[in-house]
């Protein structure tokens, strides 16, 4: 391990953790593999709109991943990739939402008798191990209603990150700012040490 001395300069790269570790993104990992084993079960070969809900389920899970990387070297990076995340998400709810209106199948809202118990699986940690076999038993509408759960779970948890993000880049600034903050810092301990 290294230690800096008194006269070192402070890092001025923000450390973040593994996106992987993220729960927002082990959530969009989720909904891109359902997106993907649903558009091939349920959407007719050649139907566009199959490649349209497999990007954006990708997009979403793909811009948290690069936002996330980006997050060392620019806020505005991170904040601008996780803000297309959202909207890809945004962008898949109304596919699932448009498929369940115009087969005339019931969206589950909070009074639907299946509503929290859908819920209370989406949020478990025991999706992550068993969503691939529990697809394989759901029928179109379950599938289109789960998916529709974890997006506003994504969405949710994505606009709380936004928020944390935001008050990050007020109070730290971008890189520049914080590369010129180091240079200052570093500047008067050798004028001290002198």
Same mark, same amino acid.
């Given at each position: 391990?290294?230690?800096?001395?008194?006269?070192?300069?402070?890092?001025?790269?923000?450390?973040?953790?593994?996106?992987?570790? #993220?729960?927002?993104?082990?959530?969009?990992? !989720?909904i891109?593999?359902?997106?993907?084993?649903?558009?091939?079960?349920?959407?007719?070969?050649?139907d566009?709109?199959?490649?349209?809900?497999?990007?954006? @389920?990708?997009?979403?899970?793909?811009?948290? @991943?690069?936002?996330?990387? @980006?997050?060392?070297?620019?806020?505005?990076t991170? !904040?601008? #990739?996780?803000?297309? %995340?959202?909207?890809?998400?945004?962008?898949?709810?109304?596919?699932?939402?448009?498929? #369940?209106?115009? =087969?005339?199948?019931?969206?589950?809202?909070?009074? +639907?008798? =299946?509503?929290?118990?859908?819920?209370?699986?989406?949020?478990?940690?025991y999706?992550?191990?068993?969503? %691939?076999?529990?697809?394989?038993?759901?029928?179109?509408?379950?599938?289109?209603?789960l998916?529709?759960?974890?997006?506003?779970? @994504?969405?949710?948890?994505? +606009?709380?990150?936004?928020?944390?993000?935001?008050?990050?880049?007020?109070?730290?600034?971008?890189?520049k700012? =914080?590369?010129?903050?180091?240079?200052?810092?570093?500047?008067?301990?050798?004028?001290?040490?002198?």
């Open positions: 391990m290294q230690h800096h001395n008194q006269n070192s300069p402070q890092p001025f790269l923000s450390h973040h953790g593994h996106y992987r570790n #993220l729960r927002v993104y082990q959530v969009t990992e !989720i891109y593999d359902i997106t993907f084993y649903f558009t091939q079960h349920y959407l007719q070969k050649g566009r709109t199959i490649d349209q809900m497999v990007q954006a @389920a990708r997009s979403g899970k793909q811009n948290i @991943a690069e936002g996330n990387q @980006a997050a060392a070297t620019s806020g505005e991170e !904040i601008k #990739l996780t803000n297309v %995340a959202k909207a890809s998400l945004e962008e898949l709810l109304d596919d699932y939402e448009d498929y #369940l209106r115009v =087969r005339e199948l019931e969206q589950w809202g909070a009074t +639907h008798p =299946r509503y929290d118990k859908m819920r209370r699986y989406a949020q478990s940690d999706i992550r191990t068993n969503y %691939a076999l529990m697809l394989q038993k759901m029928n179109d509408e379950e599938i289109c209603n998916c529709i759960t974890l997006i506003h779970q @994504a969405m949710y948890m994505l +606009h709380k990150l936004l928020i944390t993000m935001q008050q990050r880049f007020v109070a730290e600034g971008g890189i700012e =914080r590369m010129y903050k180091a240079r200052v810092e570093y500047r008067n301990s050798q004028r001290k040490s002198e």
